[in-house]
């Protein structure tokens, strides 16, 4: 994104006018009685609904499975049950005795602000197909009128066994004479004035909501806040008139403290709308459920907005929403996001680019590392967009040399290259021709040749009024809605349902194809849904963005890396990775204050990095932006410290992040280059931060490294699975399990976490070890815990204790084996410790030393050592109080063996 910050809400009021009111169509808007049919709860009073089997005369059924009665479908899976009132168009979802969802609905919104629902009188509803085939049920309820007055709609629910949530899609079908206008779908939506209630927990006060963006504009953070908070005064600035006092981009969590239990909601698909899960629990008016007394939120919705147009369906003709996801089952809530983006995944049938194969050599890609040029702006202290060939020729050498050995194998270039935005040909006076090739086909034989793979950074989908292209085609490009007007001031964007448009991006990534470019990094593609009166109609500025993005991925073909910046759910499907935060800046606690939403610095990103964590190695890999080390350039701004850059190197790795340097490479200093080879390469897995809940910047993350998690990845796992837990201090914080939340001062603090919440066997002891002190900690069986400075980061790994010598750790890289270390074995006979591993050399400007610490149990002690290829002499042994470390430098890059053997 640059410097250009999404403007804050304030600059938008002048814009938007608040939610107009709706007004119903055949149902009583506050759940009265009377000719608008009954509001009533019949038989699905909470408690009355079991999820469990019905009467089979012993028999074990299968699941899922349907019943139909008179007035009622219910649809019974492992764990909850829904149960729709074919008289009432409301459905119920149990989870085992309790309700989860009451009285939900769903419903058509037009542009004068009719709600047409499946409670709407004149309607009724019935059974369609219900078929189960490979333990997936599929069941359609039709709510239609005899005289096709009003829509019919169509509710498919996909039940699939074992699995803790369903799935709804919503298609309508205009039974009418007239075209149906229609602005928004909503495939569930519950009113407390109807009866309705979302029960979660026991309190919403007690509740913590996390959202993926809000209101659709808001893309770049995700909110976290109590459960009963008010409406945020920005949602009622834009147009999608949504209910709600949380407003969330794609889906949102809803996690309750106290049983740990979380309900997530969302959708699969973003192809012609940013859709959006809503929630109030608003404290004076919250929902009470009679049979428990717990309290409960007062609306919940999935919306599916056509906004800022609306569809016009003609008459026989149908329309669909994006498709429907609830949760209502998972145990834990960090599962329950996870397992919506692997459901995201497999809706779209995304192939991650870790588990394509490079042609050139036959083996899974793994997350791209390099550098980028733009090196935080130049306002920053970085290039910026003052690049030329001898500049990126001499940052060349210097990564071939330093990083290439240990993994760093993508090199990018970025803003600079180009004559104008729009105008996307080589300024010759910085990139001249050499001879019969052009500058970047010089550059990035270069590249090639230092056995790396270039990468460029384009605005593809934005121009300026400058341009050549502009002033040959001003008729390319669309009207911009008022957001876009107001935060891409300077950029025009393309209308892309002009067969113009596409053809002419097309050509333009045919030359970064004929150039050489593997990598290519599209910023400000989002600009191109903040628009209005598209040249086709019936299209979705997001349907628009959608064949623009998917003409460059065509283009692309699949082995070459598309990153995309933010632009989250109508990117999914499409790129390979996303960089989902604002930029972020050589500065820790950012420029502006913990609370500001749109500041720029390592820990307002890496707040919106943790919280969106689950989407990485699920939907693509996530982006946290480039790394720093130096100071800002701005005098008022606090310089970082190594500590706190190795803090944020740390998040990069345990989230399985593309490692990419901010920095100027040929000014980078020893320290510097010694932590990010540490980085290298990423292990193509992300963890988790297991109090995302309970801190505004979570500081325990936990990390499974094992090989059946990774079958397809190129970095060889080791033989035994072991843990990763990272406890980071992150200075000044805010404790989310108060309400209001509260803060937490920059001082040091003890952190740790339980085993048992690790899924540890409680029985087993464990050996601990930290990297980036390279200490051993003992044997630990109940709790980790560090007493932790502040802007610190200590990453311990820990591997169940063995009765003989093990593998503690590594210096190599901060995971401890997991890319560096590829086996492990112990010969009883021999006794005698063998570790293959990866062997790379330093350089004169920044030597490396390997080395090894490996457990001494009791009884044991280390009588002889080898490392093959290296004479004895070349090797350092340190013993220390039940460990022993391995100390060399390694000659050449290759595989190599250690060797520790033992005497009793």
């Not at 964007?493 to 596409?502: G, L, M, N, Q, R």
Request: aromatic fraction near 10%; proline fraction near 6%.
């Amino acid at each position: 994104m640059k410097n250009k910050v999404l403007l804050s809400a304030v600059a938008v009021v002048f814009v938007f006018s608040g939610c107009a009111g709706s007004r119903d169509v055949g149902v009583a808007p506050d759940g009265a009685q009377g000719d608008a049919g009954r509001i009533d709860g019949g038989a699905l009073d909470a408690g009355q609904v079991d999820a469990g089997p019905a009467d089979t005369g012993g028999q074990t059924p299968s699941f899922p499975y349907v019943e139909e009665a008179k007035d009622e479908v219910r649809l019974v899976n492992r764990g909850f049950a829904i149960t729709f009132s074919l008289k009432t168009g409301y459905w119920d979802l149990h989870r085992g005795a309790e309700i989860v969802l009451r009285r939900v609905g769903a419903e058509i919104r037009t542009p004068d602000n009719d709600v047409i629902s499946t409670a709407a009188k004149g309607y009724g509803c019935s059974l369609g197909q219900s078929a189960v085939e490979g333990g997936t049920l599929d069941t359609t309820v039709v709510c239609a009128t005899s005289d096709g007055s009003l829509p019919r709609i169509s509710l498919t629910f996909r039940l699939a066994d074992g699995d803790p949530a369903f799935t709804i899609s919503m298609a309508v079908k205009n039974e009418s004479n007239a075209p149906l206008e229609v602005k928004k779908l909503l495939p569930a939506v519950l009113r407390d004035r109807q009866g309705g209630g979302l029960f979660v927990g026991t309190d919403p006060a007690r509740h913590r909501i996390l959202e993926n963006g809000s209101d659709a504009y808001l893309d770049f953070y995700a909110r976290l806040f109590p459960g009963d908070a008010k409406r945020a005064a920005m949602s009622d600035l834009f147009p999608w008139e949504a209910e709600g006092n949380s407003v969330s981009n794609l889906n949102h969590a809803i996690h309750d403290l106290g049983s740990g239990r979380g309900f997530v909601a969302g959708f699969l698909t973003a192809s012609r709308s940013i859709p959006l899960a809503t929630v109030a629990g608003d404290s004076e008016g919250t929902r009470v459920d009679e049979a428990t007394g717990r309290k409960g939120f007062v609306h919940w919705g999935l919306e599916s907005p056509f906004i800022p147009v609306a569809i016009a369906v003609e008459p026989g003709g149908s329309l669909s929403a994006e498709i429907a996801y609830v949760d209502a089952a998972s145990q834990d809530t960090l599962d329950a996001l996870e397992r919506w983006a692997s459901a995201v995944a497999k809706q779209q049938g995304i192939a991650l680019w870790t588990q394509k194969n490079d042609p050139s050599t036959g083996k899974p890609y793994g997350v791209p590392n390099g550098w980028n040029s733009w090196t935080g702006s130049g306002g920053s202290g970085g290039y910026g967009s003052t690049i030329d060939e001898p500049l990126i020729e001499g940052n060349l050498a210097f990564m071939a040399r330093e990083f290439e050995p240990f993994g760093m194998d993508w090199f990018q270039m970025d803003d600079g290259w180009q004559k104008d935005y729009g105008d996307w040909t080589l300024r010759e006076d910085r990139f001249p021709p050499h001879g019969e090739i052009d500058s970047f086909q010089y550059l990035t034989g270069k590249i090639a040749a230092a056995g790396m793979k270039p990468g460029i950074w384009i605005a593809a989908f934005v121009a300026h009024a400058e341009s050549e292209t502009y002033k040959a085609h001003p008729d390319w490009f669309a009207e911009k809605d008022a957001f876009g007007k107001l935060s891409a001031s300077g950029d025009l964007v393309y209308d892309f349902t002009k067969p113009e448009t596409i053809d002419f991006i097309g050509e333009t990534f045919e030359r970064l194809n004929h150039w050489g470019f593997r990598w290519t990094k599209l910023d400000f593609e989002y600009w191109a849904m903040a628009v209005k009166k598209l040249a086709e109609p019936n299209v979705t500025p997001v349907e628009a963005y959608r064949r623009g993005l998917a003409k460059v991925r065509d283009t692309l073909g699949p082995d070459r890396h598309l990153l995309v910046v933010s632009g989250l759910g109508p990117a999914m499907g499409l790129a390979d990775s996303n960089r989902l935060t604002l930029d972020n800046m050589p500065v820790w606690d950012g420029m502006h204050g913990i609370d500001d939403i749109s500041d720029q610095g390592f820990k307002p990103t890496y707040r919106t990095v943790a919280r969106r964590y689950y989407l990485s190695h699920r939907i693509w890999i996530n982006h946290p932006d480039l790394i720093f080390f130096r100071p800002h350039s701005d005098p008022a701004a606090t310089p970082l410290t190594l500590d706190e850059a190795r803090a944020f190197c740390t998040v990069v790795a345990m989230t399985g992040g593309i490692v990419k340097i901010g920095e100027k490479l040929v000014e980078m200093k020893p320290d510097w280059i010694d932590t990010v080879r540490k980085l290298l390469p990423s292990y193509p897995a992300t963890g988790r931060p297991l109090d995302l809940f309970e801190r505004e910047f979570p500081e325990i993350w936990h990390l499974r490294v094992a090989a059946a998690e990774n079958p397809k990845s190129q970095i060889p796992n080791p033989k035994s699975p072991y843990d990763v837990v990272s406890l980071i201090n992150w200075g000044v914080n805010k404790d989310l399990t108060t309400n209001p939340f509260s803060l937490m001062p920059d001082a040091p603090r003890k952190l740790g976490v339980a085993l048992a919440d690790l899924g540890f066997d409680e029985n087993a002891e464990y050996q601990a070890f930290e990297f980036w002190d390279q200490r051993y900690l003992g044997v630990v069986k109940d709790r980790i815990e560090i007493d932790a400075a502040p802007h610190r980061a200590y990453v311990v790994a820990l591997r169940k204790k063995e009765a003989h010598p093990q593998l503690l750790g590594t210096n190599r890289h901060v995971l401890m084996g997991a890319t560096d270390v590829t086996s492990e074995t112990w010969d009883v006979e021999t006794k005698t410790l063998s570790v293959t591993f990866d062997a790379v050399p330093g350089t004169d400007y920044v030597p490396f030393e390997h080395s090894f610490t490996v457990s001494v149990p009791e009884g044991f002690e280390v009588t002889d050592y080898s490392v093959a290829g290296l004479d004895k002499s070349d090797l350092k042994l340190a013993r220390g109080e039940g460990f022993a470390t391995l100390s060399f430098a390694a000659k050449e890059k290759r595989t190599a063996e250690v060797t520790v053997i033992f005497g009793r």
